[in-house]
Structure formats: structure tokens, C-alpha cells
């Protein structure tokens, strides 16, 4: 898997690149999601979230939180109290202001970290999900290895993330948006060209599918199942502990 940086001119490690990418678009990233995925992506963390509520967690792990969306679901649809983890204090900053709004502040606690040395006991939680962060993992199996230890045995691990659509004319049409409409669009908002052609880049450099099962079953994961949405344009992958 070779692996694809926001900033091509940068001698800044994957990780603090991916950091100072999220802190340069945070004030304008919740607008650039919904126009950029048409507001799909609000059904697919929906999916997400049927998936937690079916497990009724007490404790709920969102690593690569953002600005809250998931998390802020998961507290409205459960009882869990919902850990949000993040590498970008940009975003955690807009996620806190989203959460006070919706007086949600003692139910979803954010804190800003590195998924890959997390300060978090082992078994510490119920269930973890992940939307849209695997991909910016620095090291994929070190972030994976650290989610099965702070995950208690028989856990839920849900990652939500981009995949390709192999289908006429699906796959055709979205490498055209993803290639050209996606970064011009993103560079008109956010003003960080880079930010907007390092997704399409990243998701084209991600394993899914088939080969991400075999990735999360060398993790130790088990019952891995793969479900496609929207033609294949992200997929949800469920695991256990």
C-alpha cells in the first residue's frame, strides 16, 4: 500500500501533514462534506449508527471524530457516553462548539490524540467506530493493533470509509468527479487545494473490500463483514473482538 500525503512539497511526516490539513479546513469542512457527498454521507453514519445501537453500548470509542457528526448521532440514538478522539485540534475545537449547541457536553467527551498511541486501558470500550479516518492512519496496522487492545473482548469495531465502485458507469463517473469537480470545489471553500486532491488520491491508495477483511483478520478482528453503499462509493466494514 503505498502510502499518499495532503502535502507533496512537505517534509512533514503523513501524520502531521494529515493534522495541519484538518486544522487549515476545519471552519469550512462540515459545508464541504455535505456539498461534496450531496448529503449521502448523513445516511451512511446512519447505517453506522443502527449498527452501535443494535450492540447497546455503554462505552463508544469515535476515533477520527472530526467535527462531531458521528459521535453526535451515536449520543442521540444510545446511552453510551461517547469518547470523541481526534489528531486535529481544529476540528475538536468546531466538534466542542457543535456539542455545547446541542447540550451534549456531558455525554460526548472530546480529546485530541494520535489513533496509534491512544491514552486509553486496555478493554476500555464497548464498541469503536471509525468514519473516514482509517485511511489518514500514518501506519494502518500499528491504528488497527491499537483499536483491538483498547476494544473489550467480544466488542464492535465499525469502520465506515471510501472504497471504488467497479460498475458501468458508476466507476466512470465517479473518477470524473473525484478528479476534477471534487479538488476544484474544495480549493473554491476550504482555500487548501491540497486538502481536496489528497482524498481522491488517498482513497484510490486504500485497500477495501475483500482486502481490507484479510487486513482487519490479520489485526486478530473476527466475523468481518464488508457492506457497500451507494454503488460502492464507501463501504462499512463490521468486526468483533
Not at 8 to 37: A, C, P, R, W
Not at 87 to 97: D, I, N, P, T, W
Not at 200 to 211: L, M, N, T
Amino acid at each position: 500500500m503505498s502510502t499518499v500525503k495532503p502535502y507533496s512539497d512537505s517534509d512533514l511526516t503523513k501524520k502531521e501533514q494529515v493534522e495541519q490539513m484538518f486544522d487549515n479546513i476545519s471552519g469550512k469542512y462540515d459545508e464541504l462534506n455535505h456539498i461534496l457527498s450531496m448529503g449521502i454521507d448523513v445516511g451512511w453514519r446512519k447505517k453506522v449508527v443502527k449498527i452501535i445501537k443494535n450492540q447497546n453500548p455503554k462505552t463508544v470509542l469515535d476515533i477520527a471524530t472530526g467535527t462531531g457528526d458521528l459521535a453526535i448521532m451515536m449520543a442521540k440514538a444510545t446511552d453510551a457516553k461517547i469518547t470523541g478522539f481526534d489528531l486535529s485540534a481544529g476540528m475538536l475545537e468546531v466538534g466542542r462548539q457543535k456539542i455545547k449547541e446541542q447540550n451534549l457536553e456531558n455525554r460526548i467527551e472530546m480529546i485530541q490524540g494520535d489513533a496509534e498511541k491512544m491514552p486509553f486501558e486496555d478493554n476500555s470500550f464497548d464498541c469503536i467506530t471509525v468514519a473516514f479516518g482509517v485511511r489518514n492512519f500514518e501506519n494502518l496496522k500499528k491504528g488497527l493493533d491499537e483499536i483491538y487492545r483498547v476494544l473489550k473482548p467480544g466488542g464492535k469495531f465499525v469502520i465506515l470509509e471510501f472504497s471504488q465502485p467497479q460498475s458501468f458507469p458508476m466507476k466512470q463517473l465517479y473518477g470524473f468527479y473525484s478528479k476534477n469537480i471534487l479538488p476544484m470545489i474544495g480549493k473554491k471553500i476550504s482555500k487548501d487545494k491540497s486538502a481536496y486532491t489528497y482524498l481522491p488520491e488517498s482513497v484510490k491508495a486504500f485497500p477495501y473490500g475483500e482486502e481490507m477483511k484479510k487486513i482487519l483478520k490479520n489485526s486478530n478482528f473476527i466475523k468481518t463483514t464488508d457492506k457497500k453503499l451507494t454503488f460502492g462509493i464507501s463501504s462499512i466494514y463490521a468486526s468483533l473482538k
